[in-house]
C-alpha cells in the first residue's frame, strides 16, 4: 500500500508530512515514558522482522500481490505510540534506501500504515479483549481481527487520500482499495495471530508489558 | 555471550529476507487498483535511488541481490528499532 509520488497532490502530501511529523514528535515523548529494558530489543527485532516480512509478498486472488504491514503487532505488543514509531523506522528506510514509497508521499504513508494502522489494531484488540475477557484464544482472535481491521482501513484512509488527490474519484477508490485488502487483510490477520500465539507459548511475559 | 530470546527472533527476521526471492512479484493492492483504475502512469519516478525495489544493484543473480537487500533492509531496522528504543530510554530517565 506503499504511496508512490504522483498519486497524491502537493496539499494531500503536504499535510500527511505535517500530520505525521506531529505524531512522530508525539509518540517519542509518550513511548519514552514507557520504555523498560525489556522493551529494547522487542522494538528492534520488532523493526527487523516488520521490514523483513513485508518483502514476502504473497499472492491474492486476479493476479494481485499482498503483504504483512505489521502495525497492528507492533502496537498489541507495544502500545499504539511505539507503534507509530517503529512503523515510522520501517517505512523511512523503505522509502529512503529501497525507493518503496515516494519521498513526498512519506508522510501520507506513515499516517496511513503507522498511525491509523496502529491505532485501529491497539483499540480494536483493547476493545475486543475488555469486551469477551483476555482468554488466550480470545487474544489471538482479537488480535487477528484488529490487524485485518486495521488494513482495511488504512485503504480505506488511502483511497480518501487519492480521491482528495483528485486523481480518482472516491466512489471508485473506496470500494476498489476497501476490496482488495478486504483480502490482504485476512493474511495480517493470520501472520498476527501466529506471531501471538507463538509469544504466548514462548515468552507470554511480553504481553503483559501493555497491560502494566 | 549468553543467547536471549531476542537473539532468536533477530535470526528468524533473517531467516524471513532469505525466502525474499520466493515473495510473489504480482502487484500490491495499491497498483493493482491503479492498474485497473487508469491512473498508474500517474506514478513519478524516485528521486533518487540507493537500492531500489529491493535488489541490490551490480548483481548478476536477481535472487541473491535480493536477499542481500533483505538481510541489509533487516539488519538496519533491528539497529535503528534498538538504539531509538534505547536512547527513548535514557531520556526518559534523564
Known amino acids: 500500500m506503499h504511496i508512490p509520488d504522483g498519486f497524491i497532490s502537493a496539499p494531500v502530501a503536504t499535510v500527511g508530512c505535517v500530520v505525521a511529523a506531529g505524531c512522530v514528535a508525539h509518540a517519542a515523548k509518550a513511548t519514552n515514558k514507557k520504555m523498560g529494558e525489556k522493551q529494547i530489543p522487542l522494538m528492534g527485532v520488532l523493526a527487523a522482522f516488520i521490514f523483513a516480512a513485508q518483502m514476502l509478498n504473497f499472492p491474492i486472488a486476479g493476479g494481485t500481490s499482498g503483504h504483512f504491514i505489521g502495525a497492528a503487532l507492533a502496537a498489541i505488543l507495544l502500545g499504539p505510540w511505539a507503534g507509530v514509531l517503529i512503523m515510522t ?54 488480535g487477528g481481527l484488529a490487524a485485518w481491521l486495521s488494513v482495511v482501513i488504512a485503504s480505506i484512509a488511502c483511497a480518501f487520500e487519492l480521491a482528495i488527490s483528485g486523481i480518482v474519484p472516491l466512489g471508485v477508490a473506496l470500494p476498489a482499495m476497501a476490496g482488495v485488502h478486504a483480502l490482504i487483510g485476512i493474511g495480517e490477520g493470520a501472520i498476527t495471530a501466529a506471531v501471538l500465539s507463538f509469544i504466548m507459548a514462548t515468552r507470554a511475559d511480553l504481553l503483559e508489558i501493555q497491560k502494566a | 555471550m549468553r543467547f536471549r530470546w531476542w537473539h532468536g527472533a533477530l535470526i528468524f527476521a533473517l531467516v524471513l529476507a532469505l525466502l525474499s526471492p520466493l515473495a510473489s512479484s504480482s502487484p500490491d493492492g495499491l497498483e493493482r487498483v491503479a492498474e485497473d483504475k487508469g491512473f498508474m502512469e500517474t506514478a513519478r519516478e524516485a528521486v533518487f535511488e540507493v537500492i531500489p525495489d529491493y535488489v541490490m544493484p551490480g548483481i548478476r543473480s536477481e535472487a541473491i541481490a535480493t536477499i542481500l537487500a533483505g538481510i541489509i533492509g533487516t539488519l538496519i531496522l533491528f539497529s535503528i528499532g534498538y538504539g531509538l528504543a534505547k536512547l527513548l530510554r535514557t531520556k526518559g530517565e534523564a
Open chain 1, 89 to 142: 523506522c520501517v517505512l523511512v528506510v523503505q522509502c529512503l534506501i529501497f525507493q518503496d514509497g515516494g519521498l513526498f508521499a512519506l508522510g501520507a504513508n506513515i499516517f496511513n500504515m503507522g498511525i491509523v494502522a496502529s491505532f485501529i489494531g491497539y483499540y480494536v484488540h483493547r476493545g475486543d479483549a475488555s469486551l469477551f475477557g483476555g482468554h488466550r484464544k480470545r487474544i489471538l482472535g482479537s
